[in-house]
């Protein structure tokens, strides 16, 4: 056998805090990939670590057998699917690693892809979308087109739990043996790239900037429809008439979304500009350093979603000792075991009753915190990264 290294390359465009729950996979993946070759120099392999122009500075993993290449076509575009495989072809790589669906229908290279969930399968909704209804029906029909090809040409697909690995083979009709289920990683806030520690003494300092008092209930991430985050205002306009002193507080950055939920809440006369005395919160977007802060002084976080292929979030707040009330759909039972209290989300009058519960019970709040650092244990990202390269093998041996 040659002693030529082994070539792999990561679309790593998602990389970075900016990026989501699919930007912290991504970095974490990367990061823990490359320690992981780093720590064993005798069978490591070269990176090519494809990045966006907004994220090529942040990654810093450098070292020998490590490559950046910048790619300037965003994810979902037509350009991605045009031009991207020739700077893949390029690279002349042994094999290509997608961390989510959107593999170009002529990629020139092995490969093996990362499909989290299969959202848009099951929430077909132009309210989804940005754009106009043409659009998205135009929009859904390639995600289902460039979906099902990643499905039947990948060597490998890596799912996030067993729930998704399910959905993939009921959906697409994938055979089970090319499915492999790795599940996601979780650490404190405090160990993350932008962090610098903030203790408890701080925390204060912290709500104040952002104008959060008193009680509240916290949700951080995204605002995307299948959240069901209306829903969760719905359910705390209810409480709130019975707690005025207890707030929401929504942490995620603004977009078209989030403006869309402040509307809402709005309506509901549960927020008004500035966040001045609102009972509902939306403070942007929260670095990781000060989340920290915010998740400490929480009753408790909220995590009301019809559906998910893993949950990252609510590991996060168990993660930083923050007890989790969460909704009991699709992989989320799997993922949090007995960690979580659970409700219904088509069920408001059940949710009302178990965020209650939670509020008035600090026995229960401590015993799910307490369950909540055992739980996290299941879950490393350096494991993640192990699994996954042992994949990376097996499909280089064939």
Not at 110 to 125: A, N, S
Not at 204 to 221: A, C, M, N, P, T
Not at 283 to 290: C, L
Request: aromatic share 14%; hydrophobic share 40%; charged share 25%.
């Amino acid at each position: 056998m040659s002693n030529k290294k082994l070539k792999i390359g990561i679309d790593a465009r998602f990389y970075g805090p900016t990026g989501k729950g699919l930007g912290r996979y991504t970095q974490e993946l990367v990061d823990n990939l490359i320690g992981i070759d780093y720590d064993n120099p005798e069978e490591a392999r070269e990176y090519v670590i494809f990045l966006s122009p907004d994220n090529y500075d942040e990654f810093q993993g450098m070292r020998p057998g490590i490559k950046k290449v910048v790619v300037p076509y965003r994810w979902y575009s037509w350009a991605e699917q045009l031009f991207f495989p020739f700077l893949i072809a390029k690279e002349k790589l042994d094999l290509m690693h997608f961390p989510h669906f959107n593999v170009p229908l002529l990629v020139p290279a092995p490969f093996v892809v990362t499909i989290h969930d299969l959202i848009l399968t099951h929430f077909k909704t132009p309210r989804a979308s940005t754009r106009n209804r043409l659009y998205y029906h135009l929009k859904e029909l390639a995600y289902r087109l460039v979906i099902l090809s990643a499905v039947k040409r990948a060597r490998k697909i890596i799912t996030v739990s067993n729930f998704t690995k399910n959905d993939i083979i009921s959906k697409f009709g994938a055979k089970e043996a090319l499915i492999s289920v790795t599940y996601e990683g979780v650490a404190t806030l405090s160990k993350g790239r932008d962090s610098l520690f903030v203790s408890k003494l701080d925390s204060q300092e912290v709500l104040d900037q952002y104008k959060i008092s008193g009680d509240f209930l916290l949700y951080v991430g995204n605002a995307y429809p299948h959240k069901n985050l209306e829903g969760l205002l719905r359910v705390f306009n209810n409480l709130h008439q019975e707690r005025r002193d207890l707030r929401l507080v929504l942490v995620g950055k603004s977009d078209y979304f989030y403006e869309r939920l402040k509307e809402y809440a709005k309506h509901l006369n549960l927020w008004q500009p500035e966040n001045l005395n609102s009972p509902v919160i939306f403070p942007g977007y929260v670095p990781d350093a000060q989340l920290e802060a915010v998740y400490s002084r929480a009753k408790a976080y909220v995590f009301p979603s019809f559906y998910e292929g893993f949950g990252l979030p609510p590991l996060e707040a168990m993660a930083n000792l923050c007890p989790v009330v969460c909704s009991n759909s699709s992989s989320l039972p799997e993922i949090l075991g007995e960690a979580a209290l659970y409700f219904n989300p088509e069920d408001e009058t059940d949710f009302l009753a178990k965020l209650k519960m939670i509020i008035d019970d600090f026995a229960l709040r401590e015993k799910l915190v307490a369950r909540g650092t055992e739980r996290i244990k299941l879950y490393s990202w350096w494991e993640c990264a192990r699994e996954t390269l042992d994949i990376y093998k097996q499909v280089l041996k064939k």
